[in-house]
């Protein structure tokens, strides 16, 4: 242990690095005696929360961090306990995680993979993190799955909408409690059967790239399968900033639903320029048009101002849900910080919880254990309803949320109310069902 | 038949008649000057002379071949070397770093990729920029900064530099403008010795009258793009012509 | 045809704003040979002025509602911005609603203020540096006002609607809409690109700065103190690009890295337009704004995927090979 | 010694004692303390200033030499890393074919983009470079997943073919990088008291191949090809009147820069096997620009200096939260330690690119040389204070 001059309370404080300095950092060491990647042998945990501090995505992040402080807070027996108390599973007791206080260290991302690996390696080589978590986008979730699969530590992923995540590149590390793009395509379409009938053209525009593209194609199949036609899919750039080129043809392409399959800055300004093209007041076939977003995010729809209003799309999670969980969650953040979590606060949070949980009954940190404990594991009291970790893929199974932006908003966080909570069982899939077949789970790395 | 060759030249720019009907035959192992007043198309010339410009019209032959069409370093390899009206050297280089390209140009040829052999272990090359810097009074400058130099000693680089490629044509563009009597003398004694030790041709265009006379064995006047007069030197002093088409200018 | 006709004016409307970045970029380049990578910077700083006023003139007391209930169960705050109560809910509504042509205002004398600063404060002393030091030096500038304006304004993107009165779209002929505020937007861009241009035609002033950007020296040799010109210069093209800026808030929402987005792309236009040439900058705006979106159009990219993609670039590439001094560069400057 | 001159051996000798003795150099804070936040002795950091070391040396080849200022050298970083990790895939996780290839291919890569950009100087031929590179990063992100993979990036498999390897272990992981056997992930820690230092396998694979080009990058300096080299960057006139082709210079010097850049894609590819296409975005390519401003243009050691501090803060500022800072001054009163962690949070953590680019800004304004210049100032002033005399300065323009 250090010989430093600081004071108790520095040494508690700067604990995180204290504990790495316990827990030597024998990740990667051939010759290590540890049993697993960074075992714990001090009094301490460290975890690394790996979220988006710079580029598009970093008010996400930000809230990301804040759910992180929090659930630490409660881990470690600290506020009001927030939703420890509603979770089914009673094992985690607010002493820590195995009576280890949990200790954290943050990193940027910056929602870039390499940046992201990078970040990761440092916890876990410098400071010694037994668990990864966090990111707000597909491709960085699975570069940093695959890296703490190799690594050998358990990776709970943040917020990530790709099918691929779970599933054509699973990985026995890593696990998302996140909602997916087919999913989405499950939940929403019989809403939009209700709402707009079976009779409909829509027109997609998608984000060039792999979530995109797996978003597309779950929308596209679930609405056919109600008797829609896909008029056009039309790729964009991720790097675009005016979308006016592509949704100019909409005008006349007899569609009468757009859907955006975007996210983020994409989202707000292709669904700003819809608005602004006055698709949502034009009749085609003699029908309103429409406009689909099918991953909604709170804090993305607040840069899309009013123009979100009646727009209907799915989202895993949100504040105004009035189950005992969510109600916990939302009082113990709201509390805290002053505004509601989002929805990425909310995964971010739930995780670190259920990675705590599966610590204790699996009674030590190695990866191997704590995935056994995850996988199959059912839970309730977090948000979601009934919830089961799949043991095949490492998915989540839960109901998912169709809400709609609200028309008139009480105040800036109430912009989203919820349609319908689509029961898990209708949006449960299959583990070789072809949208997420091509990859392989692999075995548990525990990294020694 | 001269080293170089000029034939019929014309060089229009836009509507501009710079060049019309130049002929020229320099002979070799001479020192042929041209002179004429400012706008007369000397600089024009001796750019077509070069590969900077192309001629409109005309041929420019050099040692029996054609030099139109080739660039500036084809027809350097050939054999000729320029010293412009203000000194064109390596700025950034040392004394002996800008007088080893020319060397290594001579011995390689246009281009070749030696990426691992040393600068420091070319002793001959090295010896033989000695030779020539001590020739221009330079040695004890070899290792100064090029761009820190005096003009007039920026102008000796240049020379020194095309020297020592021995080339058999050297054009010299106003070698002396600038500078102080004492730097020009010395210049005009240099470009003797050089002319009466080496087989060298020159060709030098000039405001100097007393370079002109000290240095030259054949003179062409130029005036508005056309040679007005050729001859010998001594005839050339006083020549009706001339003194025409100098009028006006003050020198 | 509809179609076409509606793409001529998306690319019009996004040359607008390549065309009055690249204008401003090529004046600082032109008269003062700096390769300016705050540009884009100046740009994000004009879109955050209108932000910047809406927040001000948002700015609210708060009553307490007892009949509503916040997110965790305690009684609603209701804002009510000072502006409706100072000027009633009707005139006061209507200047907030304005917000954005009101920046306009704002935005002049704030962003030739930032200009000068920069100028006299940091890029004086680059002038005789090298092209690389300045970039590295903008570039360094960039990342500080980003992260100033991100420090305050968050990273998500934030909505500057336009005023309810030039939203929604106008039917321009049978069958083809287009949306009022972009239509706005593109005349303002034109105004404000013919000022400039008549700026520089018809006042001395203009005339001086247009021969020190043909022959700095010469100009400097008679006696003409042109650093002062140059300092407004400086001052004038971050007016310009604030402008583009302010205006663009309503097309789409502005975030703190939305210079870096369009600092690339004005590079390129300024290039293809040819270095130091006003008119080739405009010309080269419009035309890859227009070309952008051909190719963005479904028959395009079915027929050569991926072109949406690279469009500028290439159109870039081929013009520098075929045309080196780009479109309307004058041989020999900037080469 | 190697055939270098004496001021170039010690030169060399210095970055080898520092490439060699960086585990202890970089980790200078116990391993417990406070401090240890600042340490950057771990494999992932130090492998990448390495590996950005060698990508600024080659870019500076190119760069400060010849004076031509590409925008687009992420591409060949990028085709570099794509070109290992399919040799990931198909033959073996051994990483000589693996960075062999990448050099190959990316020195063809940069020979037809040099080919067609050298044909422009000048701002021209930085917005060429700039358009090739990003039309590459947008058809990599895009239309060319097939082989790139996409947005997730190129990674290894499970059920990739390997015929010179095998496609899974036996406990069913994916095979790791190395080197005949010699694991690149393979690392030992010497514990001394409260100090820890990791020596790892990969780091010291990828500094010998630093020092290699390191070596190869003095050798180039000092040969005649060099001295044509700056010869270009002081007067391509008086090059062509001497005789001489800039062209095939120019282009060499492009593709040797090109393969420099390939070979730190296809190292950093071999260290962690997953390539992305963010690698070839322009910030990317800018970012070796800013390292070799921020080094010293131009010098030898300038862009591994430029490389090391910008990763540095990129890995290490990044990380600092609050939480951090107020262990660091919980020894001060609860209210004078709230107001300086106040103070210092802009600037570290998420605020990590403010501090970048203030220096940035402040180096360029007050150290025109970049970091070399800021170091010899140093000696000099040491020096001066030693023999209180004034020395000229040397006048070797690259050192």
Known sequence: ?448 | MGILEVKDVGKNFGGLKALSDVNLSVAENTCHAIIGPNGAGKSTLLNCLVGKLIPDTGSVMFDGQSVLGRSPHEINQMGISRVFQTPEIFADLSVMENMMIPLFAKRDGAYRLHAVEKVSNERTLIEEAERMLDDVNMLDKRGMHAAAMSRGDKRRLEMAMCLVQDPKLLLLDEPTAGMARADTNNTIDLLIEIKEKRDITIAIIEHDMHVVFSLADRITVLAQGTPLVEDLPENIKGHPKVKEAYLGEAH | MDVLITQILNGLDKGSAYALIALGLTLIFGTLGVVNFAHGALFMIGAFCSVFLQRLLNLSFETIDATKTDFLGNPLKVKTPYVESWFGPEMGGAIIDWSVPLAILFAIPVMIAIGFIMERGLIKHFYKRPHADQILVTFGLAIVLQEIIKAFYGANPIQTPAPEALSGVATLAEGIVYPVWRIVYFCFSVAVIGGVFAFLQFTTFGMVVRAGMADRETVGLLGIDIDKRFTFMFGLAAAVAGLAGVMYGPINAPNYHMGMDFLVLSFVVVVVGGMGSLPGAVLAGFLLGILESFASMTQVIELIPGINQIIIYLVAIIILLVRPRGLMGRKGVME | ?399
């Open chain 1, 1 to 448: 242990m250090s010989k430093t001059n600081l004071t108790r309370r520095g040494v508690l404080k700067s604990g995180a690095v204290a504990g790495a300095g316990v827990a030597l950092p024998t990740i990667f060491t051939a010759q290590s005696a540890a049993a697993y990647t960074n075992e714990p042998t001090g009094g301490s945990v460290t975890l690394g929360f790996n979220v988006p501090q710079t580029g598009p995505y970093a008010d996400e992040g930000a809230d990301e961090l804040r759910a992180y402080e929090l659930a630490v807070e409660h881990l470690n027996g600290g506020g009001d306990g927030g939703m420890m108390n509603t979770f089914s599973s009673k094992a985690l007791k607010g002493n820590g995680i195995l009576g280890k206080k949990v200790e954290y260290v943050t990193g940027d991302t910056q929602t870039k993979s390499d940046a992201a690996r990078a970040s990761a390696k440092s916890m876990i080589e410098k400071d010694g993190a037994v668990m990864i978590t966090g990111g707000s986008s597909s491709g960085v979730a699975i570069a940093v799955q695959g890296l703490c699969q190799e690594a050998g530590v358990i990776f709970m992923a943040g917020l990530t909408h790709s099918n691929d995540t779970t599933g054509k590149d699973k990985k026995a590390n890593g696990f998302r409690h996140f909602f997916n793009g087919y999913m989405s395509g499950a939940a929403l379409a019989p809403v939009l059967k209700g709402l707009y009938g079976d009779d409909r053209k829509a027109y997609h525009l998608t984000a060039d790239y792999t979530w995109g593209w797996t978003q597309q194609e779950s929308i596209a199949a679930a609405t056919e399968a109600l008797g829609w036609e896909t008029v056009n899919n039309v790729l964009t750039p991720l790097a675009a900033t005016d979308f006016s080129s592509y949704i100019a043809p909409v005008l006349n392409s007899g569609a009468d639903v757009l859907v955006l399959n975007h996210y983020g800055g994409n989202m707000v300004n292709s669904l700003t320029n819809a608005v602004q093209f006055g698709l949502r007041e034009k009749i085609v076939n003699n029908k309103d048009f429409e406009i689909v977003v099918p991953l909604f995010s709170r804090l993305m729809a607040r840069g899309a101002g009013a123009n979100i209003k009646n727009i209907v799309g799915s989202t895993n999670w949100h504040w105004s849900l009035q189950d005992e969980g969510s109600q916990a969650f939302v009082r113990s953040f709201g509390t805290k910080y002053g505004f509601p979590p989002s929805q990425a606060a909310h995964t971010c949070y739930v995780q670190t919880l259920l990675y705590a949980d599966a610590c204790e009954r699996a009674g030590t940190f190695n990866p191997c254990g704590v995935a056994e404990a995850l996988e199959g594991f059912e839970f309730d009291g977090m948000g979601n309803g009934k919830t089961l970790y799949r043991a095949e893929d490492h998915q989540c199974f839960k109901d998912v949320l169709v809400v709609k932006g609200k028309e008139n908003p009480t105040s800036e966080f109430d912009l989203l109310e919820v349609v319908e909570v689509t029961p898990a069982s209708q949006v449960t899939y299959s583990p070789d069902h072809p949208m997420f077949a091509g990859g392989q789970l692999g075995s548990c790395n525990p990294g020694a």
């Open chain 4, 1 to 399: 010694m190697f055939g270098l001159d004496k001021k170039d051996t010690s030169l060399l000798w210095v970055v080898i004692a520092l490439t060699m003795l960086a585990p202890f150099i970089l980790n200078p804070f116990p391993t417990g303390s406070g401090m240890a936040q600042f340490n950057a002795g771990y494999p992932d950091l130090m492998q990448r200033f390495v590996i950005f070391g060698i990508f600024a040396i080659g870019f500076n080849i190119l760069f400060g030499l010849t004076g031509y200022l590409s925008f687009g050298h992420a591409a060949f970083l990028g085709v570099g890393s794509y070109s290992a990790v399919w040799m990931f895939k198909l033959l073996s996780m051994n990483i000589l074919p693996a960075i062999i290839l990448s050099v190959a291919i990316s020195g063809i890569f940069a020979l037809v983009i040099g080919f067609v950009s050298l044909r422009r100087t000048g701002i021209y031929f930085s917005i060429l470079t700039l358009a090739f590179a990003q039309m590459s990063f947008a058809l990599a992100y895009s239309v060319l997943t097939p082989i790139t993979n996409g947005e997730t990036g190129l990674q290894v498999t499970l059920d990739d073919p390997r015929v010179l390897g095998v496609s899974a272990t036996a406990d069913g992981s994916i095979p790791v990088t190395n080197l005949f056997g010699l694991e690149m992930r393979a690392a030992y820690d010497l514990v001394v008291g409260p100090w820890t230092f990791t020596f790892s396998v990969g780091y010291y694979v990828c500094a010998i191949v630093m020092l290699l080009a390191f070596y190869l990058a003095i050798r180039i300096f000092r040969s005649p090809f060099g001295l044509m080299l700056r010869a270009i960057k002081s007067n391509q006139q008086r090059l062509n009147y001497t005789g001489l082709n800039p062209k095939p210079y120019t282009l060499a010097a492009f593709v040797i820069s090109g393969m420099y850049a390939g070979l730190a894609g296809g190292l950093m590819a071999a260290m962690d096997p997953l390539a992305g296409a963010e690698r070839m975005q322009w910030t990317a390519s800018g970012e070796v620009v800013l390292m070799t401003i921020l080094g010293g243009v131009g010098t030898l050691i300038g862009p591994v200096l430029g490389a090391g501090m910008i990763k540095y803060f990129e890995n290490i500022f990044s990380k600092i939260n609050d939480n951090v800072l107020h262990s660091w001054f919980s020894f001060l009163p609860d209210g004078i330690e709230d107001f300086i962690v106040l103070v210092i949070h802009p600037f570290v953590g998420k605020g990590w690119h403010l501090t970048l680019g203030l220096i940035f800004m402040l180096v360029v304004t007050f150290l025109p040389g970049g970091l070399v210049e800021g170091g010899q100032r140093i000696a000099r002033a040491l020096r001066k204070k030693k023999e209180d005399e004034p020395k000229s300065p040397s006048t070797e323009p690259a050192e």
